[in-house]
């Protein structure tokens, strides 16, 4: 089991870059997968960006080139660094954790706003 807590939403204006952080409650090494969702009022949750623990990476198309996914073990967090913002990203991000034998965990979400 893991608790998730999401931080570094805010307002900014197009073209403007964030870094989400993600801290979980306990060491992340060895989670079979770590990624950032993001949803829109109406609209289904997608898949932002992934990391497994071999530390492949997956990115939804729209966001290749402008985000990065990160961990730190040492921290036991989870970065995604976005840059160029759209106003097609503003969305509730969420972070979201894969444990082998145990499920799958969501953090409570932080919300991204780009608007100028």
């Known amino acids: 089991q893991v608790q998730l807590v999401e931080s570094g939403g805010g307002l900014v204006q197009p073209g403007g870059s964030l870094r989400l952080s993600c801290a979980a409650s306990?060491?992340?090494?060895?989670?079979?997968?770590m990624a950032w969702y993001r949803q829109v009022l109406g609209k289904q949750r997608e898949l932002v960006a992934q990391i497994n623990s071999g530390g492949n990476t997956h990115y939804l198309d729209s966001v290749k080139g402008r985000f990065t996914i990160s961990r730190d073990y040492d921290k036991n967090a989870v970065y995604l660094q976005m840059n160029s913002l759209e106003p097609e990203d503003t969305a509730v991000y969420y972070c979201n954790a894969q444990i082998t034998g145990l499920g799958e965990y969501w953090g409570q979400g932080t919300q991204v706003t780009v608007s100028s």
């Open positions: 306990r060491s992340i090494f060895g989670i079979r997968a």
